[in-house]
């Protein structure tokens, strides 16, 4: 059975290095979003060969509860957007 899920978009990624990313695009399914205290993206992991698909990704969960965004550990923006932070792979629409 395919779950339809309305889910946040991810309009950009600046992780080039991602198995998910090609052209600064996330097209993971379904991405979460929060590694321990940080808002990073928990679901980034490198692979020599990269995502064939097309699909934008939507933020499926978030962990980081003190986010105004966060509504039962679950991401209410319309979209997110994902850059670098130092080594990590930040959210920038997070808001404390
Ligand atoms: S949002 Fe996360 S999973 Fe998607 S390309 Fe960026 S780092 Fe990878
Ligand atoms: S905007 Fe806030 S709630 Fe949404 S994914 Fe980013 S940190 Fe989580």
Do not use: W
Not at 8 to 20: G, I, L
Not at 46 to 59: C, D, E, L, P
Not at 67 to 94: M, P, T
């Amino acid at each position: 059975m395919i779950i339809a899920t309305d889910m946040p978009e991810v309009s950009r990624c600046a992780a080039s290095q991602c198995a998910y990313n090609s052209n600064d695009a996330c097209h993971a399914r379904a991405i979460t979003i929060g590694d321990g205290a940080d808002p990073d993206c928990d679901t980034f992991f490198t692979n020599s060969r990269h995502t064939n698909s097309s699909r934008t990704a939507g933020v499926g969960a978030c962990k980081m509860e003190d986010c105004k965004f966060n509504d039962d550990f679950e991401c209410s923006a319309d979209s997110i957007q994902v850059g670098l932070r130092g080594k990590s792979q930040h959210c920038q629409s997070y808001t404390h």
